[in-house]
């Protein structure tokens, strides 16, 4: 098979979908591979070195989309890369189709078949493709929200950790799934008060053993989120529906009352974001302030530290693009239904429910695509 990787055209995003030892790989098995030249330059992955790992580069995306059979990417394509895509070609990289109609219409018309990473599952429940991001992210949320109090970012001037004899930032995380929990970690060892909810008590229990009393687990009510919200410095939303949008937990009447100089970061902003006043941003233009609350909403927070990203993504997808080079994404995904769980639009057909449900397409599950 052919594999492409273009270089990412997303607003400061200098992540690359392979590395090149994720093309040795590929080379071993009797695959080829196109790079975009300077595709990973900018964290220091070089045409040499991909070149050296056996793959051929090419000097636009344009040929990339024209020869490839399947397209590895990062980020969402954007809709020129939309619009390059051929009828049966595969595209396997981050979609979050549930909030971007647009991107969802150029698929299906493209008739591609795209497999997304944030919704392959693992035998536990798991997403093993979102989770290496999702920790990225939820210890970027962290070190971002702490800038962001910064008095000359906005903020009410507060230091996370505080110091001897003045109390530390209160930090609320809303969910306790990889993000939240990371978020709780580094919140944790910068010295902050933090407070985590979620709706399951299991998962509660478990973080309750995991870091004893100095974090606090609270049972994720109405009261109980409004409570900890109006209290807080710094709040992480931390909520993920796989594939669908987020619910919207943190309303505008709760931010009116919230303290001045607060912030939010909202990690689930690729699914829509789950406060009600939340618009995806860049690193670019990191954050915007309503009501007097600092939002931090920037929808590829793990390009931040491309470096770390893109190893750790290769580190997770290799296997999986193996699978679909080395047996066609028919059979591949046809003998490991954990993969298949990743197809959300094929030829034309929405297969993943919660995205047909949200964007009202008509709905064919990934089985009846493939003829299962």
């Known amino acids: 098979m052919l594999i492409g990787v273009p270089k990412e055209i ?8 392979m590395t090149p030892a994720g093309v040795r790989e590929l080379v071993a098995h009797g695959h080829s591979v196109m790079v975009e030249t300077n595709g990973g330059a900018a964290i220091g992955l070089s045409d040499e070195a991909y070149r050296t790992a056996g793959a051929e580069i090419v000097l636009t995306a344009d040929e990339i989309f024209e020869r ?3 397209i590895v990417k990062v980020k969402e ?53 979102l989770a290496p991001m999702s920790e990225v992210a939820g210890r970027m949320s962290i070190q971002a929200g702490a800038h962001a ?34 978020a709780a970690r580094m919140a944790l060892g910068l010295g902050a008060d933090v407070t985590i909810l979620d709706r399951s008590l299991d998962r509660l229990k478990e973080l309750d053993n995991l870091y004893g009393p100095a974090l606090k687990t609270l049972y994720s009510t109405t009261d109980a989120l409004e409570k900890c ?18 619910p919207k937990l943190v309303t505008r009447d709760m931010l009116k009352q919230m ?7 909202d990690v689930a902003i690729d699914q829509g974001g789950c406060f009600e006043t939340s618009r995806a941003t860049t690193h670019q233009e990191p954050t915007y302030e309503i009501d007097g609350v600092v939002h931090y909403c920037v929808a590829n927070m793990p390009g931040g530290v491309a470096r770390t990203s893109t190893f750790a993504l290769t580190n997770a997808t290799l296997p999986y693009v193996l699978q679909l080079a080395d047996k066609g994404y ?3 995904l046809k003998d490991n239904p954990h993969l298949r769980n990743g197809l959300n639009v094929h030829r034309g057909k929405v297969t993943y429910q919660a995205v047909a ?12 695509a493939l003829g299962l």
Not at 89 to 94: A, E, G, N, P
Not at 152 to 167: E, I, R, Y
Not at 259 to 265: H, I, P, Q, R, Y
Not at 357 to 368: C, F, I, N, P
Request: aromatic letters at 4%.
């Open 357 to 368: 449900q949200d964007l009202g397409y008509d709905y064919q599950s990934a089985e009846q």
């Open 229 to 246: 919200v109006l209290e807080a410095d710094l709040i992480v939303g931390a909520v993920l529906i796989p594939g669908a949008a987020a």
């Open 330 to 332: 028919q059979q591949a």
């Open 68 to 70: 490839a059979d399947m």
């Open 149 to 182: 109090l910064e008095k000359a970012q906005g903020g009410n001037g507060t230091l996370l950790g505080g110091v001897p004899g003045v109390a530390p930032a209160k930090v609320v995380v809303i969910g306790g799934g990889v993000v939240g929990t990371n």
């Open 10 to 17: 997303k607003n400061h995003e200098y992540r690359i979908g």
């Open 77 to 129: 394509p954007q809709p020129q890369e939309c619009r390059m895509l051929r009828d049966g070609q595969i595209l396997f990289t981050y979609l979050h189709l549930a909030p971007d109609p647009t991107q969802t219409e150029l698929l299906v018309n493209s008739n591609a078949v795209a497999i997304a990473y944030e919704t392959v599952t693992d035998a536990r429940g798991g997403l093993p493709l």
């Open 259 to 265: 303290k001045d100089g607060a912030v939010l970061v």
